[in-house]
């Protein structure tokens, strides 16, 4: 019988037991065990999360300095609490130097992927 972290976490495209694989944007075994198995809840976490990816994403290049570090700070510990850690370093980082706009690039990118990842666990 399969133990309770394959059971979570959207076992469909891109889920799996091997989830802290490189190529994914989400830890999905962290994600199962904030949720405790819960996929409605994972689902619901992940279409919050989504939301907040697009909000973030459309207002951070245009914010100065101040509003770049608050929208970073917000989306570093949102992303880290459900298993997104690359990007949650990359909003750490942004944090920290919020003029950095080659940072605010690289999240851009990030945001995409997590957003297609997201997508495709979803269906």
Same mark, same amino acid.
């Given at each position: 019988?399969?133990? &309770?972290?394959?059971?979570?976490? +959207?076992?469909?495209?891109?889920?799996?037991?091997?989830?802290?694989? !490189?190529?994914?944007?989400?830890?999905?075994?962290?994600?199962?065990?904030?949720?405790?198995?819960?996929?409605?809840?994972?689902?619901?976490?992940?279409?919050?999360?989504?939301?907040?990816?697009?909000?973030?994403?459309?207002?951070?290049?245009?914010?100065?300095?101040?509003?770049?570090?608050?929208?970073?700070?917000?989306?570093?510990? !949102?992303?880290?609490?459900?298993?997104?850690?690359?990007?949650?370093?990359?909003?750490?980082?942004?944090? &920290?130097?919020?003029?950095?706009?080659?940072?605010?690039?690289?999240?851009?990118?990030?945001?995409?992927?997590?957003?297609? +990842?997201?997508?495709?666990?979803?269906?």
């Amino acid at each position: 019988m399969a133990d &309770a972290e394959e059971m979570v976490a +959207f076992s469909c495209p891109g889920g799996g037991k091997d989830s802290t694989s !490189s190529s994914r944007p989400i830890d999905l075994a962290h994600l199962g065990r904030q949720t405790m198995g819960d996929r409605a809840l994972e689902e619901e976490v992940l279409r919050l999360f989504v939301q907040q990816l697009a909000t973030v994403g459309v207002r951070i290049e245009d914010s100065d300095a101040v509003e770049r570090q608050r929208l970073a700070h917000t989306l570093r510990g !949102s992303a880290a609490g459900i298993g997104a850690f690359e990007l949650s370093e990359c909003a750490a980082q942004i944090e &920290a130097s919020p003029d950095d706009m080659g940072l605010v690039g690289q999240l851009s990118v990030l945001i995409a992927e997590t957003r297609d +990842f997201i997508a495709t666990i979803n269906r």
